[in-house]
């Protein structure tokens, strides 16, 4: 009787741990890590720079120092022109980043701002005063990141990439009567020299620093420095943003920041000579959009 009690409590017990394995849910799998998606930026902006350096137009060259304040009045009260597009780009993807910038501006510079400098050999005469200057140029970046380093909220990217300029720049002489005219156009009571299309391309090598000040504030250091087609260049950025809203998974941010771009670039010589060895910096103004 003992024995027969034994083996039905043993039984049950079997029973329950067997309905018990049954009915309880499998062990969870573990949690694998989401992989890095794709995420864009897009920034809109306005760069406001003034003009530090020289140009060289079928030989004749002249010293350029405008102030953006200059290159404004100089629209304004002497009948200049000031037009600019632009607009800068990025896709990451993890450690991983490509980016864009384009650059379209036509700007007219006053006689404050244009000196006559020199003449190249085999110019005769002398060069008389510039009146103005007239500069169409654009300029096309594109590149790839990769984040090497992480120091707590400071990330560190080397960035590489090619960088496009094209330019077509126009000098008006005053007529002395010395002034050599044999290649130039003349109009009224003046003498025009005309550099043509003229483009190239640089490559270039850099790194950026991007600190996250806070949440939604961030700051980007960037430099670089390129050449090839033209004898050298380089760039200068800091950026401060600050995200203001977010709308259907839309960030949306203000830029301020400071922008330097110097290029040094010449072609031919003598009366085809063109050089444009000139220093533009300014402050930058955007909206980042973040999706």
């Given amino acids: 009787m003992k024995r027969a009690i034994v083996l039905i409590a043993a039984l049950g017990v079997s029973a329950t741990a067997q309905a018990a394995d049954i009915s309880a849910p499998p062990p969870a799998a573990p949690e694998l890590p989401m992989p890095p998606s794709w995420t864009f930026r897009l920034t809109p902006y306005a760069w406001l720079p003034g003009l530090t350096g020289k140009t060289t137009v079928k030989g004749r060259t002249t010293d350029i120092d405008a102030s953006f304040t200059d290159v404004i009045k100089s629209t304004f009260d002497n009948g200049g022109t000031l037009a600019a597009l632009m607009l800068d780009g990025e896709a990451r993807n993890g450690p991983f980043s490509v980016f864009g910038d384009a650059i379209w501006d036509r700007v007219t510079l006053s006689p404050s701002s244009v000196k006559s400098k020199t003449l190249e050999p085999g110019i005769t005469g002398t060069l008389g005063t510039s ?45 002395f009567p010395t002034l050599d005219i044999g290649d130039l156009t003349i109009r009224g009571n003046r003498a025009i020299g005309r550099s043509g299309s003229v483009d190239w391309l640089d490559g270039f090598v850099g790194a950026r620093a991007r600190w996250a000040l806070a949440p939604g504030q ?27 809203a977010t709308r259907n998974g ?42």
């Fill in 131 to 175: 009146l103005n200057a007239k500069s169409t140029s654009a300029i096309l970046e594109a590149g790839a990141g990769y984040e090497f380093a992480q120091l707590g909220p400071v990330a560190f990217d080397v960035i590489a990439g090619a960088r496009y300029w094209y330019q077509r720049v126009e000098l008006d002489l005053a007529l």
């Fill in 218 to 244: 961030e700051i980007i250091l960037r430099g670089d420095v390129g050449g090839g087609g033209s004898n050298v260049s380089w760039q200068a950025i800091a950026a401060y943003s600050y995200d203001f």
């Fill in 250 to 291: 839309v960030t949306y941010s203000g830029v301020l920041g400071y922008k330097a771009l110097y290029v040094d670039y010449e072609q031919g010589e003598g009366r085809t000579k063109y050089r444009f060895d000139v220093l533009q910096h300014g402050p930058v103004i955007g909206l980042n959009i973040r999706f």
